[in-house]
């Protein structure tokens, strides 16, 4: 008697937890708003070159929606040469200069990779994937949730907390 009323319980738990999972995929897809601009076409192996790989990282830089305060600089890093590829490395550098310190106190750093096949059709599109300083999940361009601006205010603001902890 026991064993059908337990089994009815875990039934309806794991209704319950599919269905709240359900439901919480769907809000975050919603809130992640993807539009046409993150849905950006990538070059092809061989479209590519370093500037126009800056260049394709500022457009997909753009389509963030980041405060007014913020400012970057993209910075082309180095290649790395691979076995079936060649790896082309970019670094973003974020701040918040003000009028009273336009020289900020820390930056956050999103770094960007571009791998280059040699192996594939030169028809194929290149790889992009890019991580947030101090952060080890990788994020591929188009992704849910691939960006949001209080990761930069966080690294940001744990280098500042840092800096005021240690005493010269």
């Given at each position: 008697m026991d064993f059908e009323k337990d089994d009815l319980y875990s039934l309806e738990a794991k209704l319950l937890i599919n269905s709240f999972i359900n439901n919480t995929y769907d809000e975050l897809t919603k809130s992640a708003t993807i539009n046409d601009k993150d849905k950006l076409n990538w070059m092809t192996i061989d479209e590519f070159s370093i500037d126009r790989?800056?260049?394709?990282?500022?457009?997909?830089?753009?389509?963030?929606?980041?405060?007014?305060?913020?400012?970057?600089?993209?910075?082309?890093?180095?290649?790395?040469?691979?076995?079936?590829?060649?790896?082309?490395?970019?670094?973003?550098?974020?701040?918040?200069?003000?009028?009273?310190?336009?020289?900020?106190?820390?930056?956050?750093?999103?770094?960007?990779?571009?791998?280059?096949?040699?192996?594939?059709?030169?028809?194929?599109?290149?790889?992009v994937y890019f991580v947030f300083e101090t952060n080890r999940l990788v994020h591929r361009p188009g992704d849910p949730l691939s960006f949001c601006e209080k990761w930069l205010n966080d690294i940001i603001e744990s280098k500042v907390l840092l800096m005021d902890a240690i005493k010269f």
């Open positions: 790989g800056k260049a394709k990282i500022k457009e997909f830089i753009s389509t963030w929606k980041v405060s007014c305060n913020f400012l970057y600089c993209i910075f082309f890093i180095g290649e790395d040469q691979k076995k079936y590829s060649k790896r082309f490395r970019y670094k973003v550098q974020w701040s918040i200069p003000t009028c009273k310190k336009p020289i900020p106190r820390a930056t956050a750093s999103v770094y960007f990779t571009i791998d280059v096949s040699t192996v594939k059709p030169k028809s194929f599109p290149v790889n």
